[in-house]
């Protein structure tokens, strides 16, 4: 897993927010090309079909955790991204909840099959998505979004109506190809 790019071109100015100018990389969203899905706000975690990994970022000058399997480093900020086993994540409690959550749902079939998933519920960043209870969604399986169109303005408006009514953090871009790329409602100026 690398981190996913911002479709849009950060503000130097104010990180923060993005400017009307695509990431390099990234047009062929605005071509038309892919498809929308609901980027739910949570903290990735991911099962390789033995264990689970938590999605860690190390920041410059840190030491790595004990486990950690670093991916990438972001050459701006210097942070790199990595996975590390989920039990020794601040995630490890919530978690097992989830997955003991999911697996009360499914009858003699395995719940979960290798590949990512957002932890959501009450004790993830503040419970944006609003649940009673911990759970795991898979990336693989997220609701498609219908969009009206794909220019900057079209983005903004349908990611901040999708913040307001369903508590959506954005929208993932999957091309058929693997690349994905990412816009986030917080990421325009009001």
């Known amino acids: 897993m690398q981190k996913i790019p911002t479709l849009f071109v950060r503000n130097p100015e104010d990180r923060r927010y993005v400017l009307p100018d695509v990431t390099p990389g990234c047009e062929w969203v605005l071509a038309g090309e892919g498809v929308a899905t609901r980027k739910y706000d949570g903290t990735c975690v991911m099962f390789d079909g033995t264990a689970w990994w938590a999605r ?13 399997v670093a991916l990438s480093t972001d050459e701006v900020t210097g942070r790199t991204v990595g996975w590390e086993p989920i039990e ?25 099959k290798p590949g990512t998933y957002e932890l959501i519920g009450p004790k993830i960043n503040g419970n944006p998505e609003g649940e009673n209870a911990h759970w795991l ?3 693989a399986e997220a609701d498609v979004i219908s969009l009206p169109g ?7 408006v349908t990611v901040r109506q999708l913040a307001e009514i369903d508590h959506a953090e954005g929208l993932v871009f999957h091309h058929p190809d693997g690349r994905m790329v990412k816009v986030k409602a917080r990421d325009f100026p009001a």
């Open 88 to 112: 020794q994540s601040s995630f490890a409690k919530v978690h097992a909840e989830a997955v003991a959550n999911v697996e009360k749902l499914v009858d003699d079939v395995p719940p979960f």
């Open 137 to 139: 969604i898979a990336h």
């Open 56 to 68: 860690r970022e190390v920041k410059p000058g840190k030491t790595s955790p004990p486990g950690y």
């Open 150 to 156: 794909r220019t900057f303005d079209d983005l903004r």
